[in-house]
C-alpha cells in the first residue's frame, strides 16, 4: 500500500503571502490530521478532518484553515504568512479513532 | 491540563550499549500510547501502540512497555542505525498529543 504522500516537499514564500498544501493519505483512511512541527515547539496539533468534516482543531489562528475532499485527500491553508510560520508541516491519515496515525514526509515552508 | 513528558532530552550510546527512554504522562482516559521514530527531515515512523498497563510490544532491538503512569522504551544493543529521534504520543479526544522527544546518538 502506498503510504501518505505530501506535496509540494519543499516552499519558500513571503511574508503575507497565502499557501497551499496538499495531503494524499493511505488508501481507505477516512482522518487526517495536520501537524506543524518547529525546533522549539515540537509537534503541534492543527485540525483533523473526517469524511469531509473538521472534528477538532488545535490552538491555531484563524489565518490556518483547511479542508477535506470526498476521496479523502486534504489541503490546508495558511494565508497571510509570518516569519513564525516557518516550519515542517505534517500530515497523517488513520482508518479511524483510536488508531496510530502514519505521517507522509511532511512539507518543509519557509517564510523570508 | 494532559501533558506527556520525555527524557532525557538526549542520549548519547556507544554500539552494543542498552538503555531506556522514558514517556510519563498524565492523561485521564488514556485511550493508546504511541512511540515514533523521526529521522531529520522526515515524518515520524510508527512503531508501537500500547492501550493497557502491564502491555509490552517488541520490534528488533526495541522493546515497548507501559504503566499507569509511564512507558519505556527499551533499547538492547543498539546500533548506529538506531539514531533518531524518538517521540511518543498519548491519543487524546480526537488528536495526539506529543511530548519533545528524546534525541538518540548511538557511535560506533
Known amino acids: 500500500k502506498a503510504g501518505v504522500t505530501q506535496t509540494p516537499r519543499y516552499l519558500i514564500k513571503t511574508r503575507g503571502q497565502q499557501v497551499t498544501l496538499s495531503c494524499s493519505p493511505i488508501?481507505?483512511?477516512?482522518?487526517v490530521s495536520w501537524y506543524q512541527q518547529t525546533p522549539g515547539q515540537g509537534l503541534q496539533f492543527l485540525f483533523e478532518y473526517f469524511s469531509e468534516t473538521q472534528r477538532n482543531k488545535g490552538n491555531f489562528p484563524g489565518r490556518f484553515s483547511g479542508r477535506q475532499f470526498s476521496n479523502s485527500r486534504s489541503e490546508m491553508n495558511v494565508s497571510t504568512l509570518e516569519l513564525g510560520d516557518s516550519a515542517l508541516y505534517l500530515c497523517?491519515?488513520?482508518?479511524?479513532?483510536?488508531?496510530?496515525?502514519?505521517f507522509g514526509p511532511g512539507t518543509r515552508l519557509t517564510v523570508t | 491540563e494532559d501533558q506527556v513528558t520525555q527524557s532525557p532530552e538526549a542520549l548519547r550510546l556507544q554500539e552494543g550499549e542498552s538503555s531506556s527512554l522514558n514517556c510519563s504522562y498524565t492523561v485521564s482516559g488514556l485511550r493508546g500510547l504511541f512511540w515514533y521514530r523521526q529521522d531529520p527531515g522526515k515524518g515520524p515512523e510508527f512503531l508501537f501502540t500500547l492501550y493497557s498497563a502491564g502491555e509490552e510490544k517488541e520490534k528488533e532491538r526495541l522493546k515497548a512497555t507501559l504503566t499507569k503512569k509511564e512507558s519505556f522504551l527499551h533499547i538492547t544493543a543498539p546500533k548506529p542505525e538506531d539514531s533518531a529521534t524518538y517521540l511518543c504520543?498519548?491519543?487524546?479526544?480526537?488528536?495526539?498529543?506529543f511530548g519533545t522527544g528524546t534525541r538518540l546518538l548511538v557511535s560506533p
Open positions: 497523517a491519515s488513520r482508518p479511524r479513532q483510536d488508531y496510530e496515525q502514519y
Open positions: 488508501s481507505g483512511h477516512r482522518s
Open positions: 504520543a498519548y491519543a487524546g479526544f480526537q488528536k495526539l498529543v
